[in-house]
């Protein structure tokens, strides 16, 4: 595609009669060759003649797709797009055009291509110092916008750009713009002020002014609008200079005292799951903090496992599970909360009898995580575990309630007990466990009883646990590497099966 042949149908596409051959002529050749020189895709990018034919009254449109102006225009300069660098000095005004369109489709298309090329570049630490003002205040308005395909690109853009023209005056007074916008508006731009804040303390200074006024919404009358607020800031928490920040503004206190005074004010009963959602990511990361400091969260957290409210088992099962993500966590329950701890895995052995698929999968996914850590566990740790894994099976040395799970006929749920199993099999004790079940180390070894994929994964998975224990004779030991080294998917042929049988 030359610049003449391009020059010849823009001319082609001031005749309304000509757009939509034209239109497809031109994607077509963009198709044929992606690689053009940028005179002709920054020709076609600032070209009139292609933003002319989006001017289609809704009455116009046709009926076929593919023959739809919009659909031609938008794969015209997304491909053009796509041969852009942020580095290039006349950026802003090849995507001026389409930063401004009236349409939000057009917009967005510009918005990701900016996204994309950032994603490309992300290991070029300066990155930021390639958007111009220009630019930023485009990025600035999308943020703004109503509709999401434009504040979420805008949103992932300023979170990689923006720190280093945060001191920059019409910075400050976008954003105190946009706190006067839309509740939609305002989250985006509290997420943008805690995705940067977890880059420093100096950043969170600059930022403070947003998370402040984040944090005066908690007194609203808006439940909703709170619950985004909790999750949102749990992120911050991250960070040490973060939750220096959360205790300096008391915070967890504010928090914790809506708990307290939740029966004085029924409606603050919709904000549990979304405290317990905070509470509990901070105390993955401060386990000590929460766990010792705020016993009415805890409590309440025991309450929401004990009273099987199917709209708040959801985030107390993610909750309990992040309180254990630590071994110093599972110390701290066992050491001040003993009995809620025993009280609560008897009450998940019945709801994983009892609750919808769904919700089975959620507690099992916790119990996994109760279960696994990264690194080697002290023996204190391990004896708790053991303790508790002994509540959630009713005191039995058997895994039998779990193989029973093994012979569910959905794969979801046999895959999460199996997950589970191997969360458990990480301990001698789990191993000690699987031993004392009937037929549960034949089960699993058998291959013709499994035919779901991801199933026999996660059966595989287990027995490569065994096989790198000493807990088995010889024997078993060695069907159990035969089973490894066979790998997961291995089907036996029939002469194999015949050698069997002889």
Not at 431 to 438: G, R, S, Y
């Amino acid at each position: 595609m030359t610049e003449e042949w391009c020059c010849e149908k823009l001319e082609n596409l001031k005749i309304k009669e000509n757009r939509l051959s034209t239109l497809e002529e031109i994607r077509g050749r963009l198709n044929e060759t992606p690689n053009l020189a940028s005179k002709v895709t920054n020709r076609l990018l600032t070209s009139p003649e292609i933003y002319d034919c989006l001017e289609v009254e809704d009455d116009e449109a046709p009926v076929d797709a593919s023959a739809d102006p919009m659909n031609l225009v938008s794969d015209i300069l997304s491909i053009c797009m796509s041969n852009l660098s942020l580095r290039q000095n006349d950026l802003p005004k090849l995507l001026d055009r389409a930063l401004q369109h009236k349409r939000p489709r057009i917009r967005a298309l510009a918005l990701n291509a900016i996204l994309k090329e950032l994603e490309n570049q992300i290991s070029d630490d300066n990155m930021g110092d390639a958007i111009s003002d220009d630019l930023l205040r485009h990025l600035l308005r999308a943020l703004q916008e109503p509709e999401t395909q434009l504040g979420s690109p805008a949103l992932k853009i300023l979170t990689i750009v923006l720190e280093d023209h945060l001191e920059k005056p019409f910075i400050k007074d976008t954003f105190l713009e946009a706190l006067k916008g839309s509740e939609v508006v305002k989250c985006r731009l509290y997420e943008l002020a805690v995705n940067l804040s977890k880059g420093s303390a100096a950043t969170l200074e600059k930022v403070g002014f947003v998370l402040d006024h984040a944090l005066s919404e908690l007194d609203n009358d808006d439940v909703l609008l709170q619950v985004n607020i909790l999750e949102i800031l749990a992120s911050l928490a991250e960070q040490n200079h973060g939750i220096t920040f959360l205790e300096k503004q008391q915070v967890f206190d504010v928090i914790s005292k809506k708990v307290e005074l939740i029966e004085q004010n029924p409606l603050d009963r919709l904000l549990v799951p979304g405290i317990m959602k905070f509470f509990g990511k901070i105390s993955s990361i401060q386990p000590q903090k929460i766990i010792t400091g705020y016993p009415r969260m805890i409590q309440c957290l025991f309450e929401c496992l004990h009273s099987g409210d199917v709209s708040l088992l959801p985030a107390a099962f993610d909750t309990l599970a992040n309180l254990c993500q630590s071994q110093q966590g599972v110390v701290l329950l066992e050491e001040h909360y003993s009995n809620d701890v025993k009280e609560s895995l008897e009450d998940y052995s019945s709801y994983l009898r009892n609750l919808p698929s769904e919700l089975k999968n959620r507690a099992f996914s916790s119990l996994e995580i109760i279960f696994t850590f990264d690194e080697p566990v002290s023996n204190n740790v391990s004896d708790i575990l053991r303790k508790w894994f002994g509540h959630l099976n009713g005191g039995e040395k058997h895994m039998q309630f779990l193989m029973d799970f093994c012979r569910n006929p959905f794969p979801d749920i046999k895959i999460s007990t199996l997950n589970l199993i191997g969360a458990a099999c990480l301990y001698p004790w789990g191993i000690e466990t699987l031993k004392n079940t009937a037929g549960f180390l034949e089960y699993l070894l058998d291959r013709k009883i499994e035919f779901d994929k991801e199933a026999k994964y996660a059966k595989y998975c287990v027995i490569k646990i065994l096989a790198e224990s000493c807990a088995f004779d010889v024997e078993t030991n060695n069907q159990l590497r035969t089973y490894v080294n066979e790998g997961p998917y291995y089907v036996q042929s029939i002469m194999d099966v015949a050698v069997e049988g002889n």
